[in-house]
C-alpha cells in the first residue's frame, strides 16, 4: 500500500515536471534585461541582433547585423539546447562573443526565457 501511494505520487510529479518546465510568461519577464540590446521585431537590430524567429535560425544570419567573427565561426543552429548553454555563459560558448552579458545562472530562469523566445515568429 505505501509502494503504491509513493509510486502514484513520484508519476505525478514526473508527469506535472514537464508543464512546469518552461514558462514563456515569465521567460518574457526574465527577458526585459535582453531588450536593452535585442528586439523582437523581425528585421529591427540593436546593439544586438533582432530575437524574432531565433528558436531553430542559424547563428549570425541576421541580414544587417555585424557579428564578431567567433559567432560567425560558430556555425550552430539555435536549438533549446544551445540556446540553454549559451544563455549560461555565453563568453564561454562562444569565444570572442561580442555579447557583453554574463549570462544566466538560474537554469529555471533560462528555460523560461527560451520558452519565450519559441514564441517570438
Not at 47 to 76: C, D, E, H, Q, W
Request: aromatic share 6%; proline share 2%.
Amino acid at each position: 500500500m505505501k509502494t503504491n501511494i509513493i509510486t502514484t505520487a513520484l508519476a505525478a510529479i514526473a508527469l506535472a515536471a514537464p508543464a512546469a518546465a518552461q514558462d514563456a510568461k515569465a521567460g518574457e519577464k526574465a527577458f526585459v534585461q535582453c531588450k536593452a540590446c535585442h528586439s523582437v521585431v523581425k528585421g529591427q537590430n540593436r546593439i544586438g541582433p533582432s530575437l524574432a524567429g531565433v528558436v531553430g535560425r542559424k547563428s549570425a544570419s541576421v541580414a544587417g547585423f555585424s557579428y564578431s567573427a567567433a559567432m560567425k565561426a560558430k556555425g550552430v543552429s539555435w536549438t533549446e539546447a544551445n540556446l540553454d548553454t549559451y544563455l549560461t555563459k555565453p563568453a564561454v560558448y562562444v569565444k570572442g562573443t561580442k555579447m557583453a552579458f554574463a549570462g544566466i545562472a538560474d537554469a529555471k530562469k533560462r528555460k523560461d526565457v527560451i520558452a519565450y523566445l519559441k514564441t517570438l515568429k
